[in-house]
């Protein structure tokens, strides 16, 4: 069964340093998108990405944030400057153009130290 | 207006019992309530959807009961296992757009 796949699945990092989380969504999938759980709590969406441009955006992805999709395949989320309260599990997804059904990946766990 | 109230937190429920969520919504706009299960560590799933034309959806062990009239939605297990026991979510999509707003999910913990 196609998967969406993420890397790493756990990353630590200093504050204040660049953290790039990547995603393969699942071929033939044309929506994309990030969404990030802290720890214990609610999943919140990041952003959606369609046809190469962000389509829609949270108040939470600010500046510090971007996505590319640098080769056709990979997708990735780029924290320009981590915050300690960036630590959290991101989640990439995406979305069956036949069902509509919105594909998880397994996350990546953030901890920004 | 944008938010799901989700509840209970929490719910312990015996082996062989009828595991209920509940969720409530303000914005009539959405049009898409999907449930997810998520296990410890990994994404979430998803478990069953309805959309609001629609009072009621059952998939196996699994039914949603939608009431468009109060804005609420539930999800009933029916003969509750063991494996059951994991976080699900409720959720809900704006017809104009493509994000999905959760609740705050509720830990299921089913003991034999």
């Known amino acids: 069964e196609p998967e969406v796949t993420q890397t790493p699945s756990h990353q630590v990092t200093q504050m204040g340093q660049e953290v790039i989380l990547r995603c393969v969504p699942i071929?033939?999938?044309?929506?994309f998108y990030w969404y990030r759980q802290i720890l214990g709590q609610k999943v919140e969406f990041l952003v959606s990405?369609?046809?190469?441009?962000?389509?829609?955006k949270s108040e939470i992805f600010d500046d510090q944030f971007s996505v590319e999709r640098p080769d056709g395949s990979n997708f990735t989320l780029k924290i320009r400057s981590t915050k300690l309260e960036d630590s959290a599990m991101y989640f990439c997804a995406s979305v069956s153009q036949l069902t509509g059904e919105l594909f998880f990946g397994e996350g990546s766990r953030l901890t920004v130290l | 207006q944008q938010q799901v109230k989700q509840s209970p937190q929490s719910l312990i429920v015996q082996k062989g019992g009828i595991s209920i969520i509940n969720c409530a919504y303000e914005?009539?706009?959405?049009?898409?309530f999907p449930w997810y299960q998520q296990f410890p560590g990994k994404g979430p799933a998803l478990l069953i959807a309805i959309r609001p034309d629609v009072s009621e959806k059952k998939e196996g062990r699994f039914t949603i009961s939608f009431n468009k009239s109060a804005k609420q939605f539930s999800l009933h297990i029916m003969d509750s296992q063991p494996g059951d026991s994991a976080t699900y979510f409720c959720?809900?999509?704006?017809?104009?757009?493509?994000?999905?707003?959760f609740g705050t999910g509720t830990r299921l913990q089913v003991f034999p």
């Open positions: 914005n009539t706009a959405f049009d898409y």
């Open positions: 990405f369609y046809n190469n441009e962000i389509s829609e």
């Open positions: 959720a809900a999509r704006h017809g104009g757009t493509d994000k999905l707003i």
């Open positions: 071929s033939n999938h044309l929506y």
